[in-house]
């Protein structure tokens, strides 16, 4: 095997990792999800979060589908009120190319002391859900995944991959 063969298949697991979306859920346990049937989005919240008015509407447009399709109903009265937020940060990482002539990094490699670097910036997505009645959080779902440039054909596709992820978690199965 090659060397070049060996850095495809190490990409190729590199770039399988970062396509997916990391997801954290937190919850009241004493909240009686099977009770909530309803849901509106809390405008207050989602008018404040500062990203772009088409990634917003991506990501309403996206929640919208997931929650009913998970059989919750969009009303003027409702049970839920669902809030987002989102934080963004842009990671940088390195990793060594230590092929070629010369004494490497280590005693026991031979290489040149090069290292290439690349970014990525990492989005986080923060999916409230709040018991509207009593206006009380019940329900958190944060989805973290790296973005890129993409077309926006491409981002739809992506924030509904990362909305489905996290709504995927809702409503929590107590272990």
């Known amino acids: 095997m090659g060397v070049r063969f060996i ?13 997916t ?5 937190d919850y009241d346990t004493k909240a009686s999800f099977t009770n909530y049937k309803t849901f509106a989005f809390f405008k207050p919240g989602i ?7 088409l990634d917003k509407r991506r990501i309403l447009r996206s929640i919208d589908t997931v929650m009913q399709s998970r059989g919750l109903t ?3 009265t409702p049970d839920l009120l669902v809030n987002i937020s989102t934080e963004a940060e842009k990671n940088t990482y390195l990793y060594p190319n230590n092929f070629g002539f010369g004494f490497g990094w280590s005693p026991f490699w031979w290489g ?3 290292a290439n670097t690349y970014d990525v910036i990492e989005g986080t997505l923060f999916i409230d859900l709040i ?8 329900w958190q779902g944060i989805g973290s995944a790296p973005l890129g440039q993409q077309t926006p054909e491409d981002k739809e596709e992506r924030i509904y991959e990362i909305v489905a992820s996290i709504l995927a978690k809702y409503p929590p199965t107590p272990k």
């Open 47 to 53: 008018d404040d979060v500062e990203i772009s008015d």
């Open 74 to 76: 969009k009303s003027e």
């Open 21 to 25: 979306v990391r997801v954290t859920t």
């Open 7 to 19: 850095l495809g298949i190490i990409c190729g697991v590199l770039v399988t990792a970062c396509t």
């Open 112 to 114: 040149n002391n090069f």
């Open 131 to 138: 018991d509207a009645n009593k206006k009380e959080l019940i």
